[in-house]
């Protein structure tokens, strides 16, 4: 078995991890930090207020709940607390990563901005933005209690993208062939075709098995992680570190190809259901070979 998941904080399981030890990240952190919170997690599961609120319904259909990230960048102590977290966290992964190793991290276009100032101010080079489309209920509403008055308005878009911030630790060579040849890391592994890795990848909502295998309210779709996670370890060798791992469907990527790979995750009824997940996730798809289109 190549992968690991581990029930910890990330926090404190990489401040204790060797220098050096992984080559690259790819993860999709509590975008807004506290929406995976314990006390956060029990309103959503008691359906009592918090930060995760039902989308509006149009069709009749029942909505799975979403945290509002309106609620954080309207408050300035909110986007600090989010600042605070990334800064101390990009500061812990920039020792673990080889120089040269780079962090695809998801984010939403509300707070993406927050994390990216952390990243760099923590050391980190911006190489990009890989936008993934997606088809969301959020945004596009019309003003709240005037919703005929202003019917052909809207306040903010509907979201049809996320953000992925592209990152990567310095070389610690003079060159990216150098520091390819010493630390096997510095650039983006092409796809199986040899095209450049892309950074518009055509995506939409996670099919309803990879959600059946993998209950978690952010579970991510394999097409779309399998091409971040080939793209992430140049020569397919070294370790890809999910430090939020949820239901493991990174891991479940870089299983698929081959790689190794090690996941955190802090909440023991994700961390478990992880355990179960991976190799069913692993397995679906096995025709695919082409990540172009
Ligand atoms: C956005 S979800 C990731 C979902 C994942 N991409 C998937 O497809 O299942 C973030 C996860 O990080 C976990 N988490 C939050 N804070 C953490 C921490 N400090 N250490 C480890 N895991 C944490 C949450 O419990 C949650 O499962």
Excluded at 8 to 18: I, K, N, T
Excluded at 77 to 87: A, L
Excluded at 216 to 230: D, G, I, W
């Amino acid at each position: 078995m190549s992968y690991t998941v581990i029930h910890a904080d990330c926090f404190e399981w990489m401040a204790c991890r060797e220098e050096y030890s992984i080559t690259a990240i790819v993860t999709d952190p509590p975008y807004g930090v506290k929406e995976y919170t314990e006390s956060e997690m029990e309103k959503r599961r008691q359906k009592k207020g918090g930060i995760w609120r039902i989308p509006p319904s149009f069709d009749g259909h029942a909505r799975n709940p979403l945290p509002r990230f309106s609620v954080i960048n309207d408050d300035p102590c909110e986007r600090q607390n989010v600042y605070d977290f990334f800064y101390h966290w990009a500061k812990l992964v920039i020792r673990l990563l080889v120089p040269g190793g780079h962090v695809f991290i998801a984010s939403t276009p509300l707070l993406s901005d927050i994390v990216s100032r952390a990243m760099r101010e923590a050391g980190f080079e911006r190489r990009g933005e890989i936008i993934r489309t997606v088809s969301t209920l959020r945004g596009g509403d019309r003003p709240k209690g005037a919703e005929s008055e202003f019917s052909e308005l809207s306040v903010i878009p509907r979201g049809l993208w996320e953000p992925w911030g592209l990152y990567r630790k310095p070389l610690s060579e003079k060159t990216v062939a150098e520091n390819l040849r010493r630390w096997k890391a510095g650039a983006l592994r092409r796809d199986t075709n040899s095209l450049p890795f892309c950074d518009l990848i055509p995506s939409g909502k996670t099919p309803r098995l990879e959600r059946q295998i993998a209950p978690h309210p952010s579970v991510k779709p394999q097409e779309f992680l399998r091409k971040l996670v080939y793209a992430s370890l140049p020569f397919g060798t070294g370790t890809v570190l999910d430090p939020f791992s949820g239901s493991g469907s990174t891991l479940a990527a870089a299983e698929f190809w081959g790689y190794d790979s090690v996941g955190i995750e802090k909440d023991a009824f994700f961390f478990q259901l992880s355990q179960s997940a991976i190799p069913q996730l692993a397995k679906l798809y096995p025709q695919t070979v082409s990540l172009s289109g």
